[in-house]
C-alpha cells in the first residue's frame, strides 16, 4: 500500500513538471499501476521519447522542494471554476456522485483526486524513479474518445530497488523465448496465418519430437495406451460434455457441415471417453490410461497472447484415467510422484503446488465434489506435499491439483495438472462390470504432466536462456574442418557421431573457422567439435564446450563415452 501511494504521488510530479514544461497542457487521469505510474496528457505539441529525460529532469528538481501534498474538499462549482480550462478533469467532476469533491495542491499543480498521497516528495528518493516510455492512449479507453498520450514511469522506495528491478527487466528480456524462438530457429508466427498458432521449423520440430519422445517411452512403459483423436466434433458431443454451457466463450465459433454444427475442439477429454464406451469394460481391466498428444483449440483474447506460452492453438501431454474408487488413491499417488519426477528430469525442481476447489459455475453434486476434492488432500498428505488452497479454481466439472514450477528468476508457471472428476461419468453414463456381475460407474482423472506442450518449450527455453542441457539441444554438436583438406575427416567425425544417435551437423561451409564458432555460440550449440591437420593424424578432436570455450584435444572414442553419460543422465 504504501508504494502504490509514493507511486501515485509520482503521477502528481510528473504533472506538475509536463504542466510547467508544456503550458497549455489538459490533463487526464494519473493512477500507480503495478511497478510504477503513469499519466494522461492532451499535450499542445507532440513530443518523443527523447524527451523523457527533460520531463525527468524537471521531476528530479521538484522532488528536492520538499513539496507537500494538501488536501481540500471543495464544492463542485468551485472544482470547476479551477479546471475551467481543463475538459477531462470537468467531465469527471460531473461523474462524482455528491455535491462535493476532493483536490491535491502539490505546490503550482492542482488535481482532482481523492487520494491517498505521502506527505511531502521528502519521502520521495529522486533517483528511486525513472521515466520508460511514451504511449497512446484512448480518454477512459474508448477509441470513440481522444486519443492522448501516455508517459510511463517505473518508481521504487529505493535507487538500488529500482536498479535491481531494471537489471531483472534486462535478464527477462535476454530470455524472452519469442526473442529466442527467432534466434535459434525453433518457431515463428505469422500474421497471415493468424495470431497465437505457432509455426514449427526444423530444429523446433526435433525439440518437439524429443520432448514427446521422451514422455511417449515413459508412459508406455507405465501401460498408458496411446489414443488419437479428431481436431473437431459435433456440437452434441460438447453439449453433452457441458462445454458448451460452461467453457463456450472459450471456444471458436462452430463450423457449420452438411446443416450440422461442429466445434474445434478445446479439450480431448470427451473423445476419451468415446474411446472408453467403445467396448463393455470389466473391472479386470481397470485402471485404462488414456494418454495422447493432443492439439486443442482456445479462443484467447488478442490481449493476453503472449508467444508460446499463452497461444491460441496448442498440443497438450493429455491423458485420462478411468478407474474404481478403490483404484483412485493409488493412481493419485502414482501421478503426483511421476509428474514431479518429469519436472525434475527437465531441470524444474522448485514448484509451487495449489489445490484448487469447486468454482462458481460448475456440475455434479456437491457430494462428488466433496469426495473429489478429499481425495485430492489425502493424495497430497500421505506425500508429505506442502500445498496452497486456490479457492474456486477448479474446473467446471471437478477440483485439481496444479503444480506451477519456478523457473531460474523464480517465476510460476503453470504445468502439471490432476483433476479427480465423477461428473463426466455420469453424463455419458460410463460403467464398468464389478466382481457381482453389476454395473458401477468408474472415475474420471485428468491430468497432464508438462501441460501444453507449447507453453513448456516456452518456460524451458526461458530458464535455460536459451542454452538447453546436451540431451534437449536440436543440434547437439558442430564439426568444423579447419580447411579444405581437412572436410573429409570431418565428415568421418560427423557419421560417427551419427551414427552413434548424436544430432550432429557438419559445418563445411567456405567460411571462416572463427566465423563457425562464432555462429555456434550464437546457436547455443553444446560442443563445437574443430578438426585440423593434428586431430586427424591423432584421430581427436578438439573440444569447444557452450560456456567454458576451448577444452582442449580429447580422443573421438573419449569423446563419445563422455557425452553418452552426459546424455543418459539427462545433464
Known amino acids: 500500500m504504501r508504494l502504490d501511494i509514493l507511486r501515485h504521488s509520482l503521477s502528481h510530479i510528473l504533472a506538475y513538471a509536463v504542466q510547467e514544461l508544456y503550458p497549455g497542457t489538459k490533463f487526464g487521469l494519473g493512477p500507480a ?34 513539496i507537500r501534498f494538501e488536501k481540500k474538499v471543495i464544492s463542485k ?29 502539490s505546490g503550482n499543480f492542482v488535481d482532482l483526486c481523492k487520494g491517498p498521497h505521502i506527505k511531502s516528495t521528502k519521502e520521495i528518493d529522486p533517483y528511486g524513479f525513472k521515466l520508460t516510455k511514451i504511449a497512446g492512449a484512448y480518454w477512459k479507453g474508448d477509441e470513440k474518445n481522444p486519443m492522448l498520450t501516455r508517459i510511463y514511469g517505473l518508481a521504487f522506495e529505493t535507487k538500488k530497488e529500482l536498479q535491481n528491478f531494471i537489471e531483472r527487466q534486462k535478464e527477462m528480456e535476454r530470455r524472452d523465448h ?60 460438447f453439449q453433452r460434455s457441458g462445454h458448451l454451457d460452461f467453457y463456450k466463450e472459450d471456444m471458436y465459433s462452430p463450423i457449420e457441415i452438411e446443416k450440422e454444427k461442429y466445434y474445434l475442439k478445446p479439450m480431448n477429454c470427451p473423445f ?21 498428444f493432443g492439439t486443442v483449440y482456445r479462443y484467447e483474447r488478442s490481449g493476453v497472447l503472449h508467444g508460446l506460452t499463452r497461444a491460441r492453438g496448442f498440443t497438450q501431454d493429455d491423458a485420462h484415467i478411468f478407474c474404481t474408487p478403490e483404484q483412485l488413491s493409488e493412481q493419485l499417488l502414482k501421478i503426483l510422484k511421476y509428474g514431479l519426477k518429469t519436472l525434475k528430469t527437465f531441470g524444474f525442481k522448485d514448484y509451487n503446488i495449489y489445490l484448487s476447489t469447486r468454482p462458481k459455475k460448475y456440475v455434479g453434486t456437491l457430494k462428488n465434489w466433496k469426495r473429489a476434492t478429499n481425495s485430492l488432500k489425502y493424495a497430497l498428505n500421505k506425500l508429505n506435499l506442502k500445498y496452497q488452497i486456490d ?69 524451458l527455453l526461458e530458464h535455460y536462456a536459451g542454452a538447453l542441457p546436451l540431451w534437449l539441444s536440436p543440434e547437439q554438436i558442430w564439426v568444423i574442418p579447419v580447411g579444405s583438406g581437412n ?85
Not at 463393455?280 to 481391466?285: A, Q, T
Not at 591423432?538 to 560456456?547: A, C, D, T
Open 33 to 66: 499501476i503495478e511497478n510504477g505510474f503513469y499519466y494522461d496528457f492532451e499535450l499542445p505539441s507532440p513530443i518523443s521519447e527523447n524527451d523523457l529525460s527533460k520531463i525527468e529532469k524537471r521531476m528530479h528538481q521538484l522532488v528536492r522542494k520538499n
Open 77 to 105: 462549482e468551485e472544482a470547476e471554476r479551477i479546471f475551467k480550462d481543463q475538459p477531462y478533469k470537468l467531465e469527471l467532476i460531473k461523474e462524482i456522485p455528491g455535491k462535493t469533491v476532493s483536490i491535491y495542491q
Open 178 to 237: 519469442r526473442i529466442l524462438g527467432k534466434k535459434l530457429e525453433l518457431f515463428i508466427f505469422d500474421e497471415e496465418v493468424g495470431a497465437g498458432l505457432p509455426i514449427w521449423l526444423p530444429k523446433g520440430a526435433i525439440l518437439r519430437k524429443i520432448i514427446e519422445d521422451y514422455l511417449y517411452q515413459e508412459l508406455t512403459n507405465q501401460n498408458y495406451h496411446w489414443l488419437s483423436t479428431p481436431h473437431i466434433g459435433k456440437r452434441d458431443l
Open 272 to 292: 476419451h471417453i468415446k474411446a472408453y464406451q467403445s467396448k463393455v469394460r470389466s473391472y479386470r481391466h481397470l485402471p485404462i490410461k488414456y494418454a495422447e
Open 391 to 459: 479457492p474456486e479454481g477448479g474446473v467446471f466439472y471437478g477440483p485439481k491439483i496444479d503444480i506451477k514450477i519456478k523457473d531460474s528468476l523464480g517465476r510460476l508457471w503453470q504445468c502439471t495438472t490432476i483433476q479427480v472428476d465423477f461428473n463426466l461419468p455420469e453424463k455419458f453414463e460410463l460403467n464398468y462390470i464389478d466382481r457381482k456381475g453389476k454395473k458401477q460407474r468408474p472415475i474420471m482423472i485428468h491430468r497432464a504432466l508438462i501441460g501444453s506442450i507449447e507453453r513448456f518449450i516456452g518456460v
Open 487 to 571: 572436410k573429409k575427416y570431418a565428415k568421418e567425425v560427423d557419421e560417427k557421431l551419427t551414427k552413434q544417435g548424436f544430432r550432429s551437423k557438419l559445418k563445411d561451409e567456405n567460411e571462416t573457422v572463427s566465423k563457425k564458432i562464432r555462429e555456434g555460440e550464437i546457436q547455443k550449440i553444446p560442443y563445437l567439435l574443430v578438426v585440423g591437420n593434428k586431430e586427424e593424424k591423432s584421430k581427436s578432436v578438439r573440444v569447444r564446450k557452450r560456456e567454458k570455450g576451448d577444452i582442449g584435444e580429447i580422443k573421438i572414442e573419449r569423446f563419445i563415452k563422455t557425452i553418452n553419460k552426459e546424455t543418459e543422465k539427462k545433464l
